[in-house]
């Protein structure tokens, strides 16, 4: 009906007909133009299309699409740096021959913001390097192309040793600079410029395609290189090692994400082993590493979760040279209910949040936690009552960790001679000046400090001295060999006697029996705690027994 219509219209007024129409085509946002199928000859174009044509080799191009049947497409006109979608239909000319019809839209500056968004989405801001979203596709393209040409590859995962040290210690801008520099020294291998990936922080992917795998040796060389010297930042030389894992595909794997899981694990294994190398994963790096990585995660989403999972308990330390041997306090106790993983003792779980650097938050937790709870035993009438904290080397090691504990004292309001700070000696053998001044920085707070697990590991009775410190705990181990072996008696004796005449006190842990308690109550010794007293609790528990 309407196709009739107008050629009615066409046939009374022809002319104008033509004209207008003519005049509405130019005006459109598109090219138009009719080609005869056979010859190939322009039977009509707008004026756009004309614009467009000036332009060189469109119609040859035009024409060729048609050819591949194809109803829409993209061409690419490589020396005007232009795009062109286009879209062809058939049709039967007014003179009864073939032709097709094409529409043309100049898409260059739709392509050219594509690009630039894809160039943000595929690279990394800072570096320049590509991200870990292109290296997962990166990944899953090489993948597939072994799987079809054969071979192997190798991806390699980096992390910078110590990286926050330098980031921490000189500021972000020359932990960016650092950064930069890594980035393009990477680039600069040949084997590998343009498969270095930064997947954020300090950590790095390289990918050793198939076709380049052969030169694996000497790119790993060339990778250890570039560390092997100082980087000059803030007017003096650094050193920044680095460490990776490395897995082989298909071999390790022939997805993304378990490659990339495998290879973490060998860098952990290159880490643990004394950084600034690299490892192949292996299966003997088995089962314990992909524990770890669980762990890892759930711990991460465990403290991001305002340390909901977390809960701190209590265990009664009595003193003993009181009549009855009374409470006086407790030992905070930190628990992990993890919903993935069940109940995970501090023991596993506390050296891996050091490790991570979480230990920071879970100790700020634990140490606000248990000063809240010390002042409401205060205030329900036990005003001497204690609270015992552990501190980890790690949060001792903080610039501000007198300024955080000051923070916490204030906002929960404890008296601060009410609260003891557990350290460790392990790193107080290390630097005794650096410790004494952080420990005395601490002291200044108001606070005591107890020296834990005291006769492990790297105990000197000397130190006892050296350090400012108000408690001595001795270590369980002594009291397992009670009455057992001379030694511990001994041991226990003599350092409580010292003791005493340097204005210490001592509190010995892991009394779990009778017998254990009646040797000890015959020695100058304060404060006992142990299963035998009591067991570390939930907060409510502690308060109907010791309130
Ligand atoms: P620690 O500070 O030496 O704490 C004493 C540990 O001995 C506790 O183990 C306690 O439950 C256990 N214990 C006490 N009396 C007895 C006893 O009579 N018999 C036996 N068999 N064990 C007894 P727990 O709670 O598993 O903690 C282990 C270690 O984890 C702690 O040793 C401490 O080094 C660390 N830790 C616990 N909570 C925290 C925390 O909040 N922060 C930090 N940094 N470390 C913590
Ligand atoms: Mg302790
Ligand atoms: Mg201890």
Known sequence: METEEIVVNQNSNNINTYASLEEILNNVGCGICVIAMEGEEILFTNEKMRNFFSSGMLKEKICDV?????????????????????????????????????????????????????????????????????????????????????????????????????????????GDVLLKAISHSLQRIVGIESSCYRMGGDEFIIVVTHTKYWMLGSILEQILE???????????????????????????????????????????????????RYAFYGEDLDSSSFKRLDLEKNMRNATMNACQEFEVYYQPIVDVSKEGSPCTGAEAL??????????????????????????????????KEACRSCKQWNDMGHPEYKVNVNLSVVQLLRNDVAERIQKI????????????????????????????????????????????????????????????????????????????????????KIVCELATIIGMHVCVEGVESEKQFEILKNMQIQMIQGFYFGKPMKKEEFAKKYL
């Open 409 to 492: 004292i204030e906002e929960t309001q404890i008296n601060p001679k009410n609260l003891t700070l557990e350290v460790t000696e392990s790193l107080a053998i290390n630097d005794m000046t650096r410790m004494q001044s952080i420990l005395n920085s601490i002291k200044e707070l108001g606070v005591r400090v107890a020296l834990d697990d005291f006769g492990t590991g790297y105990s000197s009775l000397n130190h006892i001295r050296e350090m400012p410190i108000d408690v001595i705990k001795i270590d369980k181990c002594f009291i397992d060999d009670l009455g057992k072996e001379p030694f511990a008696d001994a041991f226990i």
């Open 66 to 174: 048609s050819k591949k049947k194809e109803n829409t497409c993209e061409i690419y006109m490589k020396e005007e740096q232009q795009w062109f979608e286009i879209h062809n239909k058939e049709l039967k000319w007014v003179d009864g021959r073939n032709v097709v019809l094409y529409t043309v839209y100049d898409i260059t500056e739709n392509k050219k913001y594509q690009q630039k968004i894809e160039r943000q989405v595929n690279n990394d801001f800072l570096t320049g390097l590509y991200n870990r979203m292109r290296c997962e596709e990166d990944m899953a393209k090489y993948i597939e192309q072994i799987k079809h040409e054969g071979g192997e590859g190798a991806l390699l995962y980096m992390d910078l040793d110590d990286f926050k040290h330098i980031n921490d210690g000189l500021g972000h801008q020359y």
């Open 334 to 367: 930190i628990r992990w209910n993890c919903e993935k993983l069940g109940f995970i003792s501090p023991a596993e779980f506390i050296p891996l949040a050091e490790y991570l650097g979480l230990i920071n938050p879970i100790g700020d937790y634990v140490l």
């Open 226 to 276: 570039i560390f092997s010297k100082p980087w000059f930042l803030k007017g003096a030389d650094y050193y920044c090692t680095a460490s990776m894992g490395i897995v082989r595909f298909p071999a390790d794997g022939d997805n993304v994400h378990e490659l990339i899981k495998k290879a973490d694990i060998a860098l952990f294994e290159a880490k643990r082993s004394g950084k600034n």
